[in-house]
């Protein structure tokens, strides 16, 4: 290379703080000052079609990384996936990027990965070139990690089919990477009594600006959701005998006969039944000891095919103490599937 570099600072992955300082300058040359700066983002098994202006094999990333930031009319670079018989990799040299050319230029190529310089985008927005809204909050939040937490606007299912809707974005929990929020009209502490037959209680729960065909979409766009449930109870069972007092109500309006902190795999148990600590050990969850005593069984479902909750169902409550109270959680989903 003919250009002389003092200062060389490369970074081959996503790096936030050189980001934050320098936000439209993920490649960046300033030869009088002798410092460049190159912050490419891989697509693994993609080739970017463009003007080649260079051609080369190379001994690792890090050359091809270095022989784009060196020459000033390279703006990517294409780097083959595996070596040749010398193990010397073939990088190639681009005069343009993914964000300047129609999507349909970056081509999958099992032999090639691709390496253009790293833009963020406005919080909101997502997608190569920033022009979609994003389908979840971590979406969100990948394309754009400066983003606060606060409301936005997304549309799960992308382009088309489903409207979009709005959320509130968490950017702080679950180690930041974007937790869509959904509150329904259920979130507070509900009595339950005066109702004996299994299931009389009836609680219908309705999602805030959304369908429940809409979070469905949500929940498969998603790595992991949940909801926490809770029942406070006195004297008032849930599932023992496996014959159902109460239960929750999927998306696919199935009756689920397992609590918070258990799954399908936990039949008519609550977190409890699953470490062996209730109330009574001959029980599945700590309500079904039908006592006298304030008690309580809660948890996370995590079972994202099920969620979020439709409905609630108890029984069990018209006796001279006998009541519950039931507290169901904000459906919230997080990480990308
Ligand atoms: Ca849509
Ligand atoms: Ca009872």
Redesign the pocket.
């Known amino acids: 290379m003919a250009v002389t570099i003092l200062n060389l600072l490369i970074s081959l992955s996503v790096m936030l703080d050189a980001v934050a300082t320098l936000p439209h300058a993920n490649l960046y040359r300033d030869l009088k000052r002798q410092i460049a700066f190159g912050n490419f983002k891989p697509d693994q098994r993609h080739k970017l079609v463009g003007t080649k202006i260079a051609s080369s094999l190379v001994s690792d990333i890090t050359d091809c990384t270095l022989n784009c930031v060196s020459e000033s009319l390279c703006k990517s670079f294409n780097i083959a996936a595996s070596p040749d018989s010398e193990n010397l990799y073939l990088c190639e040299l681009l005069d343009t990027d993914k964000h300047r050319v129609s999507v349909n230029d970056l081509q999958a190529n099992p032999a090639f990965n691709h390496y253009s310089p790293w833009y963020p985008c406005q919080p909101g927005s997502a997608g190569f070139h920033c022009d979609r809204q994003g389908k979840t909050c971590s979406d969100i939040k990948l394309h754009s990690p400066q983003a606060k937490s606060g409301s936005y606007v997304i549309?799960?299912?992308?382009?088309?089919?489903?409207?979009?809707f709005t959320v509130s974005c968490d950017m702080t929990d679950k180690y930041e990477v974007g937790v869509t929020v959904i509150g329904h009209d259920s979130e507070d502490r509900i009595l339950v009594n005066g109702l004996e037959s299994r299931g009389s209680y009836v609680r219908d729960v309705n999602y805030i600006g959304s369908s429940v065909a809409q979070l469905a979409v949500l929940s498969s766009t998603s790595a992991h959701c949940e909801q926490f449930i809770k029942y406070e109870c006195v004297g008032s069972m849930l599932f023992r005998g496996g014959n159902p007092h109460g239960w929750w109500v999927s998306r696919d309006n199935i009756k689920m006969t397992y609590w918070g902190g258990a799954t399908s795999a936990n039949p008519y148990k609550c977190a409890c039944g699953v470490t062996d600590s209730c109330a009574d050990i001959s029980f599945g969850c700590n309500c079904d000891k039908n006592d006298a005593v304030s008690r309580e069984d809660s948890g996370p479902l995590t079972e994202k095919l099920y969620l979020p909750v439709t409905q609630l169902r108890f029984g069990d409550t018209s006796g001279d103490y006998e009541k519950g109270y039931h507290t169901l959680g904000k459906f919230k989903c997080y990480g990308i599937a």
């Open positions: 549309d799960p299912d992308g382009i088309g089919g489903y409207e979009p």
